[in-house]
């Protein structure tokens, strides 16, 4: 008996710990990539400025969730343009082009149902001699729930590497059109 008492103990003290330790991580995350692709940037930027596309090129495709399914609304390209996706590994969310610069820019603002968690996009087009530079980076805030915060290190390397599979995407796509 006094074992069992022992290990719960210890176990309610390690669970304390976590806590505690959570309230001094990051609440906010920021997460940046770049990659050229060797397309024009008007070509590159019609990609992420409409949604509708996202699914032959992006990292999040039904390859990584067969349950993935996306519906569109508002404009098809451009500020106003929205993607909801439903899936069971993925989640469920909704993005939202806030602002659409040709060539230049594309910011969205991205929501996931149930959690308080927000993030904001923007994708940056520069020409260069290979064809075009893309930075992608991703922000936002962890929400209230401070175990959320023990996300920030995973989603720096779960997010790098998703801009960089879909950089090798749009790079297959650039040279098949």
């Not at 508002?74 to 939202?96: C, E, F, I, R, Y």
């Not at 980076?137 to 995973?154: E, F, H, I, Q």
């Not at 390397?157 to 796509?173: C, D, G, I, V």
């Amino acid at each position: 008996m006094k074992a069992l008492r022992l290990i719960a103990y210890v176990v309610a003290a390690i669970l304390l710990l976590c806590l505690v330790v959570a309230f001094f991580l990051p609440s906010t995350f920021s997460v940046q990539g770049s990659g050229v692709i060797a397309a024009p940037a008007d070509q590159v930027y019609a990609k992420f400025a409409t949604p509708r596309t996202w699914a032959r090129w992006s990292a999040w495709t039904t390859e990584a969730d067969p349950t993935l399914a996306y519906t569109y609304a508002g404009p098809d390209s451009g500020v106003g343009a929205v993607m909801k996706w439903t899936a069971k590994k993925l989640g469920n969310g909704q993005m939202q082009i806030v602002e659409a610069l040709p060539g230049q820019r594309v910011r969205y603002d991205l929501s996931m149902p149930g959690s308080d968690m927000t993030v904001h996009g923007d994708v940056r087009f520069e020409t260069v001699p290979e064809g075009t530079k893309v930075t992608w980076s991703d922000s936002g805030t962890l929400g209230k729930n401070v175990l959320l915060r023990y996300l920030a290190p995973v989603l720096d390397t779960a997010l790098k590497a998703a801009y960089q599979k879909s950089f090798e995407k749009l790079q297959r796509e650039a040279k098949g059109s």
